[in-house]
């Protein structure tokens, strides 16, 4: 299945057979565009250095939607095509389009890696992004969330009996007792919880490749029992199913899935609360430093490389309690 980018082509006045013509061209390698191909290299490349399956769909998403702009809007398309005016006109038609100035840079961002890649092999002489001015993204930290407001949060969940906010629960609690990445959570094996031990853990995946363990709490254990005992055999198909948490068809639940559920019971909550993912791995690290856990343990749990990362969350650090 194509990437949702088709959906969201940067000229909305182009016909559909002029799109479908377009993406024929570019994306089955005939006429003079070899740009998609490139793509799938990079993405390749991408996967070789360890990159994650989400970073890697966010770059193909970026670069797939610049490769069919430059196929459908600049003439001869492929990589004479690629050229500053290109990009800037590019940068405006995202624009116009009503893409907000994070989107942009990140598309952009995703085009400059890709250049390099191409300039590497030896297919580019020159940085077509070199010159455009893109927007500035100050970069704003989610306002963590106390205690007594997880505790609502999770009083959502807990006022219902359908399978699904048993495992609801169990992935509220997860994310905010270990501080891992929507992205790993979603990402679990059931191989990957160890109840059984002393100090029960869960492995997180890691974006290169790089496991971790992180213990887990008592409440959490709970939940995540009541979920593996009481919800997740009606929600699974059939045993085969390896993921941890499995959405009402069967498979895996995806970060876009869990968004919704957790924007559900964050809008439940009636006081206009806005609560992300990143929100609880934000409430997380500020807990854990608020709490006198050293700098470099709250690193290694948030599976940071640089503990540069991890110091931002420092400034709002919390002295809240478990």
């Known amino acids: 299945m194509r990437n949702s980018f088709i959906l969201r082509t940067l000229d909305g006045a182009d016909g559909g057979e002029h799109k479908l013509a377009a993406l024929a061209r570019a994306f089955t390698g005939e006429g003079s565009s070899t740009l998609a191909q490139a793509v799938r290299e990079f993405l390749g490349h991408l996967a070789e250095r360890g990159a994650s399956l989400n970073t890697i769909a966010a770059y193909r998403s970026d670069l797939e939607q610049l490769a069919y702009f430059i196929e459908t809007h600049r003439a001869g398309g492929g990589y004479s095509a690629l050229d500053r005016p290109a990009m800037e006109e590019f940068v405006a038609r995202l624009k116009q389009n009503g893409y907000r100035d994070a989107s942009i840079a990140r598309k952009l961002a995703a085009a400059r890696s890709f250049f390099v890649f191409l300039a590497s092999e030896g297919a580019l002489s020159a940085d077509p992004t070199a010159g455009v001015a893109g927007p500035r993204v100050a970069r704003v930290l989610p306002r963590p969330i106390g205690v007594k407001e997880i505790a609502r949060l999770l009083e959502q969940p807990a006022r219902r009996s359908t399978p699904e906010a048993k495992r609801d629960r169990a992935m509220i609690e997860l994310l905010y007792a270990t501080g891992m990445r929507v992205s790993e959570l979603v990402s679990l ?124 969350y420092s400034r709002f650090a919390d002295t809240g309690e478990d």
């Open 189 to 312: 094996d059931l191989e990957n919880i160890n109840l059984e031990s002393k100090r029960p853990f869960v492995r997180c995946p890691g974006g290169r490749g790089e496991a971790r363990d992180v213990q887990i709490p008592r409440r959490c254990c709970e939940a995540i029992v009541a979920y593996l005992e009481l919800a997740r055999p009606l929600l699974a198909r059939n045993d085969e199913e390896r993921a941890l948490f499995v959405n009402t068809r069967g498979g895996r639940l995806t970060r876009q899935g869990f968004w919704f559920v957790l924007k559900g019971y964050a809008k439940a909550l009636g006081d206009g609360l806005r609560i992300t993912p990143h929100t609880l791995r934000h409430s997380f690290a500020a807990r854990k430093l608020g709490g006198g856990m050293p700098l470099s343990n709250v690193q290694q749990m948030l599976g940071h490389s640089a503990q540069s990362s991890t110091r931002i």
